[in-house]
């Protein structure tokens, strides 16, 4: 399993950015697929957006044209760029990674590898 570890988090208001980072200290994610899922309040944990190694993307539809995933396999990190930002995109947000994978299926079961999360909060 890889070590990931989420920064980036914080308290927005409705519109504002944010922009989360999960890195892999010491381990090389280059052909790792990463994906970033949340878990709201109350709510079953959900798959937001993808990346595979080749770089081709994933991203639900709450979030297309909002978020973009990239990453930079020199800092073995992936971002999730969140502009726009809406009071139900309040939630924990994880990244997960698995090896090998296409992002054709974004659910917490196919990925092996977790990070601890991190809180993000859009209120006014």
């Known amino acids: 399993q890889v070590q990931l570890v989420e920064s980036g988090g914080g308290l927005v208001q409705p519109g504002e950015s944010l922009r989360l980072s999960c890195a892999a200290p010491g381990f090389t994610l280059d052909y790792y697929a990463i994906a970033w899922f949340r878990e709201a309040p109350g709510k079953e944990r959900e798959g937001v957006s993808c990346i595979t190694s080749d770089t081709a993307t994933y991203y639900t539809d709450p979030v297309k044209g909002r978020f973009t995933i990239s990453r930079d396999n020199v800092k073995n990190t992936v971002f999730l760029q969140m502009n726009s930002l809406k009071p139900e995109d309040t939630a924990v947000y994880y990244c997960?990674?698995?090896?090998?994978?296409?992002?054709?299926?974004?659910?917490?079961?196919?990925?092996?590898?977790w990070g601890q999360g991190t809180q993000v909060t859009v209120s006014s």
């Open positions: 997960a990674a698995d090896p090998y994978r296409n992002c054709d299926k974004v659910v917490p079961g196919v990925f092996g590898s």
